[in-house]
């Protein structure tokens, strides 16, 4: 099992910037891949980036490709989030997820999911 907690959401106005974190407990963090989606009201859970175990390997959607950023850190057990340039479309709930060994970008692919972080972009 994988426990995960993100923070780190707020309100932001456009343009600007915020730091996503997502901690995780129960088994080995260095053995799982890490993602992030986010859900905005009405729409589909969609993916925005993931890495890899080591962290060597990194995959972003087109939507927030050169202005978001996934790194991790394992001996903290944790995986961020950077977002600049936010913009007001950027607005939705943020989740990280979990799933082992090897890096996924479809929802399904993930077996554990916090809680969820909401992110609001003003115009």
């Known amino acids: 099992q994988v426990q995960l907690v993100e923070s780190g959401g707020g309100l932001v106005q456009a343009g600007g910037s915020l730091r996503l974190s997502c901690a995780a407990s129960?088994?080995?963090?260095?053995?799982?891949?890490m993602g992030w989606f986010r859900q905005a009201p009405g729409k589909e859970r969609e993916f925005v980036a993931a890495?890899?175990?080591?962290?060597?390997?990194?995959s972003y959607s087109d939507s927030v490709k050169g202005r978001f950023t996934i790194t991790r850190d394992n001996a903290k057990n944790t995986v961020f989030l950077q977002m600049n340039t936010l913009k007001p479309e950027d607005t939705a709930v943020y989740y990280c997820?979990?799933?082992?060994?090897?890096?996924?970008?479809?929802?399904?692919?993930?077996?554990?999911w916090g809680q969820g972080t909401q992110v609001t972009v003003s115009s």
């Open positions: 890495i890899s175990w080591s962290g060597a390997s990194t």
């Open positions: 129960g088994r080995t963090f260095s053995n799982v891949a």
């Open positions: 997820a979990a799933r082992f060994f090897t890096l996924g970008t479809r929802s399904y692919d993930y077996d554990y």
